[in-house]
């Protein structure tokens, strides 16, 4: 069975600071990667998208990719109360398709 | 440039109706997927059609059926619907290329 861990949170941080939210995966074979933010009763949107080992920055987001240990993570530099929302981390599932298998999501609040 | 439309917004069930939940995407995707999302599941894949004429099932595929109409067209048949398919269903494209996945609006089913 292959797997997309996230702590489910939720990580709570002031406004100004940075937000690191991480990712685990399961399958080696995996070679695309992805967060997507999630508003309350909304739908998925994405963030970043991240294909080779190291960090890639767009903005306030830089996504990290660690393909040896299997992690990949987000930072969010200068949070603001407009990032609160749940934050999913997506691996390909490494096989002939371009599945995604997702992770259950972090749910990341913003303190003013 | 709608991107993702999917019909109905929302939707109230009796046990045993059926429905067809309508997916379209106009950004000439190969790809296309059905989602549902429960509370503390994430996001589990349903059917997925990788190109026109194909389908497959995906993680959780029981009491669905799918139409890939055309390129644009991808349907998702609920025959007796049941309260456990109450969720939140997305429906997704992607080129068929680069694994990234664009998520319509959503359709919130109840089952009553």
């Known amino acids: 069975q292959k797997e997309v861990e996230q702590n489910s949170g939720p990580l709570s941080v002031p406004e100004g600071a940075i937000a690191s939210l991480n990712c685990t995966y399961s399958d080696r074979g995996s070679q695309s990667f992805f967060w997507y933010r999630q508003y309350s009763g909304k739908s998925p949107e994405l963030i970043m998208s991240i294909y080779s080992n190291g960090d890639k920055e767009d903005g306030r987001f830089t996504a990290q990719l660690n393909k040896a240990s299997q992690y990949v993570s987000l930072l969010i530099r200068d949070s603001q109360p407009s990032d609160s929302a749940t934050y999913l981390c997506?691996?390909?599932?490494?096989?002939?398709?371009?599945?995604?298998?997702f992770g259950t999501g972090t749910l990341l609040a913003v303190q003013p | 440039n709608a991107g993702v439309t999917q019909t109905p917004k929302f939707q109230v069930l009796k046990t045993g109706q059926s429905m067809t939940l309508q997916c379209a995407q106009d950004m000439n995707h190969n790809s296309m997927y059905w989602y549902r999302q429960d509370p503390g599941m994430g996001l589990r894949l349903i059917y997925y059609?990788?190109?026109?004429?194909?389908?497959d099932k995906g993680e959780v595929p029981n009491g669905y059926n799918v139409s890939r109409l055309n390129k644009r067209e991808f349907s998702l048949r609920l025959e007796s619907a049941a309260p456990s398919q109450t969720s939140v269903y997305f429906c997704?494209?992607?080129?068929?290329?680069?694994?990234?996945?664009?998520f319509g609006p959503g359709t919130r089913l109840t089952v009553l």
């Open positions: 997506a691996v390909n599932d490494g096989g002939a398709t371009n599945k995604l298998i």
């Open positions: 059609s990788a190109s026109e004429g194909t389908t």
């Open positions: 997704a494209s992607e080129t068929g290329v680069t694994d990234t996945q664009y």
